[in-house]
């Protein structure tokens, strides 16, 4: 008997310098950004309003960075992390252009490294995935690496093959949105006095807000995007796994962390780009996440008077509020920390 469906790549299955050409194309909609808005609640003003956006430059407002991320990276799941066991970690990822309802986003990926886990059972798969949209222009481009089953124990090790991953994105390697000036962004529409002249390299901000995930609302946001990976929606299989329970995709932290730095962050208008980002602990339905950002590097552009940019540290946390920044130690994290992300905003300048 032959079998028609997909049951995924296991870690033997990959190569390095392979390429997965990824279905399906995903046309991005105004109900999709009402649905993350439903989800995340996030408000900042060019993601928001039309208006905002047209002041700005732009032909409408763009759909939140994020969610266009979660899309790019949805397509890679079928192929990449279905049986997956974790998805590990982020780098080296641009911004490239901006995404606008109407876009159709397609996805592919190239296999950068692999490494076998000592257990034998299991091995780290690294990938560069790219983003574009319908006029094929890239509008994502990041490296991430994700911790896949082997379908047979026996199966021989590759050879270990890691890639050298840069520790930043360099401002000068930013890629910016064509026709548009932030000079005199509108900072009641915005709701933050705060602009880029007014943080401190050392800052640390508490966002104050804490917001619960609910089951049915990361099953959603994880369907929103086509990610298929198995450990988010079978409560069946994952009732009898390591946790009892459904995991939350990572990327809905990422979201709820972002929507939450909204309290201290109002006019961090745009994502550049994300130099590094961990998944540190697990998180479930039921718990409440919490999220602090410390400002690790402050850049001017050249060229550009209306923006500049800002390098933050955001850590997010379950069930404990950020007051007294819960994050890295010499070794480990604090308890409660679930996320470590290092990422680059754009914001307006006076």
């Not at 993601?47 to 979660?70: C, K, N, T, V, W």
């Amino acid at each position: 008997m032959t079998s028609k469906t997909n049951a995924g790549n296991y870690f033997e299955d990959f190569k390095v310098g392979q390429v997965l050409n990824h279905a399906t194309p995903r046309t991005v909609t105004q109900g999709d950004r009402a649905l993350y808005q439903a989800l995340f609640g996030s408000r900042f003003s060019l993601q928001s309003s039309d208006e905002a956006a047209r002041a700005a430059g732009y032909a409408q407002s763009p759909i939140d960075d994020m969610l266009a991320f979660h899309v790019v990276f949805g397509k890679t799941v079928p192929d990449v992390s279905l049986n997956a066991v974790a998805n590990l970690g982020y780098a080296d990822c641009h911004f490239m252009k901006p995404v606008f309802p109407g876009d159709t986003i397609s996805t592919s990926s190239k296999v950068i490294g692999l490494k076998e886990n000592s257990n034998g059972e299991t091995g780290v798969v690294y990938v560069r995935s790219n983003g574009r949209n319908q006029r094929g222009e890239t509008v994502i481009d990041y490296v991430r690496w994700v911790m896949v089953r082997k379908r047979d124990k026996a199966a021989p090790a590759p050879e270990a093959d890691v890639p050298h991953l840069p520790e930043s994105v360099a401002p000068e390697h930013f890629h910016f949105h064509e026709g548009v000036n932030f000079k005199g962004f509108d900072l009641t529409a915005s709701g933050s006095p705060h602009l880029w002249d007014d943080y401190e390299i050392g800052e640390k901000i508490d966002h104050v807000d804490g917001s619960t995930i609910e089951e049915a609302e990361h099953m959603m946001a994880t369907r929103l995007y086509q990610n298929t990976a198995k450990v988010h929606f079978n409560q069946y299989t994952e009732g009898k796994g390591r946790f009892g329970r459904r995991l939350i995709y990572g990327g809905h932290v990422i979201s709820l962390a972002r929507a939450l730095s909204f309290n201290g962050l109002g006019n961090a208008v745009l994502v550049a780009a994300i130099n590094g980002g961990r998944h540190v602990a697990p998180c479930f339905a039921g718990d409440t996440v919490f999220a602090w950002s410390k400002v690790l590097d402050k850049a001017a552009i050249a060229g550009r008077e209306d923006l500049a940019a800002l390098r933050l540290r955001t850590y997010a946390t379950k069930d404990r509020p950020c007051h007294d920044f819960p994050g890295a130690l010499e070794k480990g994290y604090d308890e409660g920390v679930i996320l470590d992300f290092d990422y680059w905003v754009l914001m307006p300048r006076r």
